[in-house]
T-cell receptor, first 116, second 113 residues
Framework: EAQVTQNPRYLITVTGKKLTVTCSQN?????MSWYRQDPGLGLRQIYY???????DKGDVPEGYKVSRKEKRNFPLILESPSPNQTSLYFC???????????????FGPGTRLTVT | TQLLEQSPQFLSIQEGENLTVYCNSS?????LQWYRQEPGEGPVLLVT?????EVKKLKRLTFQFGDARKDSSLHITAAQPGDTGLYLC?????????????FGSGTQLTVLP
């Protein structure tokens, strides 16, 4: 079954304690992306990756890091989480067309993060 | 400033009615995607449109991409309670080496039985 998995699904942590949210896809997609979803602000892209070792900033990259060492995995790292990073996070992977433009995104189930 | 403006933000209609959701921008997109999201779940792709003027149909849903690839619409015919959900449009831009995706703020649709 084609899917995007994220772990953990729920996480409560304290300010400053480093954390990693994992993301994995089994569709051999080149394009992967992280989003955060906040009430009234919608889905905002944090980082995306067009292929292994190729990552780029989205609209709200501050306070986040990513890496793409393998095609299937795209972890999101919060080195020093702060309360304003409390949000619902989604990982997605996508097929591409037109010179790497994402075409059909598949989303993971989401990770609800609370930073106190 | 929201790159993609969706309207209306909220829509509550009776079963059987028709509706249209709009997604507008001043920017040109290489492709535009429509998603539906249920509470507590990730968005699910409905359709991707690529060519200016393109029209795609998915059962009772009709999607259109504007001729200039700056706007799109989603029309639902004879809405049913199962259509209830958050509808999102997302535009993909190609600028140099960048391949960003930007989402609209969403349209919360409620179809009453």
């Amino acid at each position: 079954e084609a899917q995007v998995t994220q772990n953990p699904r729920y996480l409560i942590t304290v300010t400053g304690k480093k954390l990693t949210v994992t993301c994995s896809q089994n569709m051999n997609h080149e394009y992967m992306s992280w989003y955060r979803q906040d009430p009234g602000l919608g889905l905002r892209q944090i980082y995306y990756s067009m292929n292994v070792e190729v990552t780029d900033k989205g609209d709200v990259p501050e306070g986040y890091k990513v890496s793409r060492k393998e095609k299937r995995n795209f972890p999101l790292i919060l080195e020093s989480p702060s309360p304003n990073q409390t949000s619902l996070y989604f990982c997605a992977s996508s097929s591409t067309r037109l010179a790497g433009v994402p075409y059909e995104q598949y989303f993971g189930p989401g990770t609800r993060l609370t930073v106190t | 400033t929201q790159l993609l403006e969706q309207s209306p933000q909220f829509l509550s209609i009776q079963e059987g009615e028709n509706l249209t959701v709009y997604c507008n921008s001043s920017s040109v997109f290489s492709s535009l995607q429509w998603y539906r999201q249920e509470p507590g779940e990730g968005p699910v792709l409905l359709v991707t449109v690529v060519t200016g003027g393109e029209v795609k149909k998915l059962k009772r849903l009709t999607f259109q991409f504007g001729d200039a690839r700056k706007d799109s619409s989603l029309h639902i015919t004879a809405a049913q309670p199962g259509d209830t959900g958050l509808y999102l449009c997302a535009g993909a831009q190609r600028s140099g080496s960048a391949r960003q995706l930007t989402f609209g703020s969403g349209t919360q649709l409620t179809v009453l039985p």
